[in-house]
């Protein structure tokens, strides 16, 4: 008797969960969805990729492009302030051919022979490596700081200088910077 108590409940059992069993086609359908959305996603992902880079606007963007400050004022204020928030539009003389990382700046006007070397914030995005003698719009903060000799000589390295020319810097710099939070290449 014990016997047959086993298989009606074993019997009972089967009956019961029979929904739950494993069902492979009902698992691939899963499978196809899944991969359906993300190849949907992949595919949104990638337009809006692309409408970024049509519009030429890199990392934040510049929020206003109305009135920028002239290059030559800002490095003006830059002598008598440590730092300042700031939307300019300067030149570009130099891009970083490495990466597109940094820039260097210089007025578009030529009201001033200096230059402004250009980080872009937390590294989070680059700038296309041939827009060199183009006009561009940035925001951000403009500071004075020192650059080391390693840090130069790195810097050379990624502009392409010779190992003379890199050998040949013996000296830190006190430089004027900018650390942009968006820039706009301007047509």
């Known amino acids: 008797m014990g016997k047959i108590k086993c298989r009606c ?10 929904p739950c069993y494993y069902n492979p086609s009902n698992n691939m359908k899963k499978i196809q969805i899944l991969s359906f959305l993300v190849v949907i996603y992949a595919l949104v992902t990638a337009c809006q990729t692309a409408t970024t880079a049509d519009t030429n606007s890199f990392g934040a ?15 003006k204020q830059l002598d008598t302030q440590d730092s300042l928030n700031v939307v300019v539009k300067a030149k570009v003389s130099e891009v970083c051919q490495t990466k597109g990382c940094w820039m260097n700046l210089v007025d578009n006007q030529s009201q ?14 680059f700038v296309p490596k041939d827009i ?14 020192e650059t080391t000799v390693d840090e130069l000589r790195h810097y050379a390295e990624d502009a ?5 020319e890199i050998a040949a810097i013996t000296e830190p710099v006190q430089e004027k910077k900018f650390m942009a939070s968006g820039v706009v290449l301007l047509k």
Request: proline residues 2%; negative net charge; hydrophobic residues 45%.
């Open 160 to 164: 392409g200088k010779s190992a003379e």
């Open 61 to 75: 963007g510049v929020s206003k492009q109305d009135n920028p400050m002239a290059f030559a004022d800002m490095v």
């Open 132 to 145: 060199s003698g183009k006009e561009v719009l940035i925001e951000g903060v403009a500071y004075r700081e």
């Open 9 to 18: 409940l074993i019997r009972d059992i089967k009956l019961n969960f029979a």
């Open 112 to 125: 001033t022979d200096e230059q402004l070397f250009v980080k872009f914030k937390d590294y989070a995005f």
